[in-house]
Every structure is written in structure tokens, then in C-alpha cells.
């Protein structure tokens, strides 16, 4: 690694880390001063309460991280700028390109931590705070749901399971399962006492079948011999454990994955909600982005800082951070409302203060 790149990072990585730090503990402390009683009266391990906190700030870090990348990159620009580095570096022959390369491979690196966070992390990290905080810190409890109803559309499989454990999502208990022909007339209900997801098919324990015809009129059984079976697979049903599990989930703690899933089993939704639910799923991929975006605008303006007034930069970039989200959030009311196309309006905020980063940016050339 080049001098000159250790140097960036270094100057670079410690306001950084000063304005994440500092970001995060306000967080915790609103926090903690909400469920201090509930922590005295629980008496939680520290492990749990270290893990309470990740999980409830997880959602969050997706503008917290570019919050602090904006400070962080202010700082060391006018700190250079200041100290006149910048006229220094130029002099000898380096690209303003070259200086500060190091601090947009951070961004791309937070980046990167922010999607990993939003589709891996924070969904269930969120959830399980959440339902410790309800349960008032007090673990070990095994969380049960009952009367779950699931309409895989697509299919044309209607479930309907009496109960069902989040420890174990993979034994069903009292399961009704009514598949419908292609024109929508009924084709056979499938009651049984238990069934379980094992080496990927379902499996059920003594089944019971009532089979239709066209016109839903109920007929004979026309394979005695499988009705017969105690114990039946049922390769022909896709659908998963985590689909069930999902009914019982609030929209926020689902993975992009999860989102996309949903829209394929429903595909008869009312337009609203798909348009509601489509940009929910590129506005959860496109907000890794805004890390680059934030950073790519507000070295310029700390390059404005340091030449002219302090306040003139730090007001240009502020100012450029708040009109982004803003521009965020106007477009995400207009696309859930079916006003504009819902993936242009997820993805509009960040290729437009893209345009205004790459603009400010070539200017300091």
C-alpha cells in the first residue's frame, strides 16, 4: 500500500469511526433509557443485552453509516485542505483522483456492510430485539402460532394449519390443505393429524382426502390404494417451512428474498400493493448506494470548506444530504400510492445526487 494511501485512510478512518461511535451511542442511550427498567427487573446476561442493542440499532445503520461517511469525509477534506495538503499533493504531480481513492473504496466497503446487514442481519436481528423487549428481556420462551392461514395463489394450495412452533417450523400440527384445478374449481381437501418438512418434501401422517369434481360436487377417491397409506410424501407441494413462518412476520423483517418470494406466490394482489411492495424490494437494494452517493458529494464540499468559509461547505453538504432524503421519501409516496413506476422512483434519489456527486466532483478537477 502506497504512503500516500495510508496516510487518506488514516486521516480518513478515525472521524470515521468518532461519528459512528457517536452516532450509535445516542441510539443506545434513547434506548436504554426506555427499557432501563425492564433490563433491572430482568436481570439479562450481558451477552443478551449486547445483542438487544445490535439488533435494535441494525435497522438503522443504513443512515448511520452514510450520516457519519458525510462528517467523516467533511472533516478530512477541510483538514487537508487547511493545512493546504491538497495544493501540496497537486504539486507534486497526484490526481485529485488519486487522493482521494481511498475514501470512496471505504464507501464501497460500507456499502457492501450495509446490503450484508439489510439481508442478512438486521430482519431477524430487528425481530428477535423486538419480541425480547415485548417479553420484557426474558428469554427461553418458545414462540407458538396458531390458526395460520396460507394462500399460495400461484399453485392454486390453500393451508390452513391449526398450530406451529418457530423453534421447530418444520412439524405442522392439524393441517387442511385444499388444491383447486387450474379453472378454479375445488380438486381435493387433505386434512391431517401432523405433517413435516424432511428431505425438502412434506410428509403427511395419516391423511384423509375428499376429492371434487368439475362442479365441486364431491366423488369417490380415485386412488384407493394411496388413501390407504399411513404415511404419504407430497413431492408436487413447493411450498417451505419459512413461508408459513412468514404469515406471522411484519412486512420490515422480511429479506429482499422473502419480498420477492412473496409477489411470485401472490401473484393476484391488488395493483397498490405490488407497486407498495416493489418498491419496497429496490428501495432495500438500492439504499447500500447512498454510502457512495453521500461520500462522492461531500468531498467537494469539504474541498469548499477548506478554501473559503467553514460553514459554506458544511451547509452544501447538509443541505444536499437532508435533499436527498427528502427526494427519497417524496418518491416513495408517489410509487406507493401507483403514482409513478415503483422501481424508477426506488432507484431515482441516488442516480440523481449521483448526477450532482459526479458534477460537484468533476469540478474539483
Known sequence: MRILTRYVLREFLVPLAYCLAGFLGIYVLFELFSSFNRLIEAKPPLSTVVSFFAGYISPYLEWLIPAALLLAALYTMWNFCRHSEITAMRANGITFLAIVRPLLAVAIVMAVIVACINEFYAPWASEWANDLREARFEEGSDQTFENIPFYNQSAGRVWRINRMSAANPNLLEGVRLSCDRADDSRLVDITCSKAEYL??????????????????NPVE???????????????????????????NKAWEYYTIRDMRHYLTTHPHLDPEEVASKTFDIHARLAAPFSCLVITLFAIPAGVATGRQSVFKGVIIAIALFFAFYAVSIGSMVL????????????????????????YLFYRQR
Open 199 to 216: 428431505d425438502g418434501m412434506w410428509w403427511f401422517f395419516y391423511p384423509k382426502y375428499q376429492y371434487f369434481d368439475e362442479f365441486n
Open 221 to 247: 377417491n380415485p386412488t384407493p390404494a394411496l388413501a390407504a397409506l399411513p404415511l404419504r410424501a407430497f413431492p408436487e407441494f413447493d411450498e417451505r417451512p419459512r413461508d408459513f413462518l412468514l404469515m
Open 335 to 358: 410509487a406507493k400510492n401507483a403514482l409513478v413506476p415503483a422501481i424508477p422512483a426506488a432507484w431515482f434519489g441516488n442516480l440523481l445526487f449521483l448526477a450532482v456527486g459526479l
